[in-house]
Nanobody, 122 residues
Framework: QVQLVESGGGLVQAGDSLRLSCAAS????????QGWFRQVPGKEREFVAA????????TYVDSVKGRFTISRDKAKNTADLQMNRLKPEDTAVYFC???????????????WGQGTQVTVSS
């Protein structure tokens, strides 16, 4: 079993930056992909970014390309999401996820954190 805990959410103004962090613990075997998703009340959860085990492969949803950067520290079992030039439409609960497949499909992720709220005011 893998446990994921997110941190770093908060309330910021449009144009500001935030850095989310996801700490993984538990029975982690071999490599795994870490991803970030977000959800707005009443809407489906949306893929944001993912990073492969080595950190050499990353992918993003088009709406955050050039503004968000995902990174990971394998030694610490953490994955961060640096969010720059935030927009009000980035407001959501952000979830960290871990799985065996490099995918944008939430169904490919086996473990999920509880989520952290990000609110961007205009």
């Amino acid at each position: 079993q893998v446990q994921l805990v997110e941190s770093g959410g908060g309330l910021v103004q449009a144009g500001d930056s935030l850095r989310l962090s996801c700490a993984a613990s538990g029975r982690i075997f071999g490599g795994y992909v870490q991803g970030w998703f977000r959800q707005v009340p009443g809407k489906e959860r949306e893929f944001v970014a993912a990073i492969g085990w080595t950190g050499g492969s990353t992918t993003y949803v088009d709406s955050v390309k050039g503004r968000f950067t995902i990174s990971r520290d394998k030694a610490k079992n953490t994955a961060d999401l640096q969010m720059n030039r935030l927009k009000p439409e980035d407001t959501a609960v952000y979830f960290c996820a871990a799985g065996s497949y490099f995918s944008k499909d939430e169904g490919r992720y086996d473990y999920w954190g509880q989520g952290t709220q990000v609110t961007v005011s205009s």
